[in-house]
């Protein structure tokens, strides 16, 4: 799948509906190929309009079609968007992250075992 993403000149997850955090968005980042998403659901909280990617208000196909053109005309602010979308991704959602998470679960369970 990485080869497939790191391909692709772009990738646009244009959904309307709620919906979590899309995994191919994240793995998307992680090759840093360029991300333009619609603000539905979990979108915004991977792709950071400006930071990380683009977002378009769902369902506002001509906002979609512009955000899709400026990336793709854009190349050094798009690189800076795919450099810190990589970053996001090891840093907020690589293993370490999770097992920190995790580690901080387990310890909040045993100092209140009740809550």
């Known amino acids: ?9 772009l990738l646009a997850i244009p959904s309307t ?3 979590g955090i899309p995994q191919i ?6 090759c840093r190929t360029p991300v333009v998403g ?3 659901g979990g979108i915004p ?3 950071r309009h400006g930071e990380t990617g683009r977002i378009v208000a769902a369902g506002d196909a ?3 079609a512009n955000a899709i053109a400026e990336t793709l ?3 050094k602010g798009t690189t800076r968007m795919t450099d810190n979308g990589r970053v996001m991704v090891e840093r907020e959602h690589g293993i370490d992250h999770m097992l920190d998470q995790l ?7 045993l100092i209140n075992p009740h809550s």
Do not use: F, K, T, W
Not at 25 to 30: D, K, N
């Open 1 to 9: 799948m990485p080869a497939v993403l790191r391909a692709l000149d």
């Open 17 to 19: 509906n709620h919906e």
């Open 25 to 30: 968005g994240l793995q998307a980042l992680a």
């Open 38 to 40: 619609s603000d539905a």
């Open 45 to 47: 909280e991977i792709i």
């Open 62 to 64: 001509e906002l979609l």
């Open 73 to 75: 005309m854009d190349d």
């Open 103 to 109: 580690e901080r679960i387990y310890a909040d369970h």
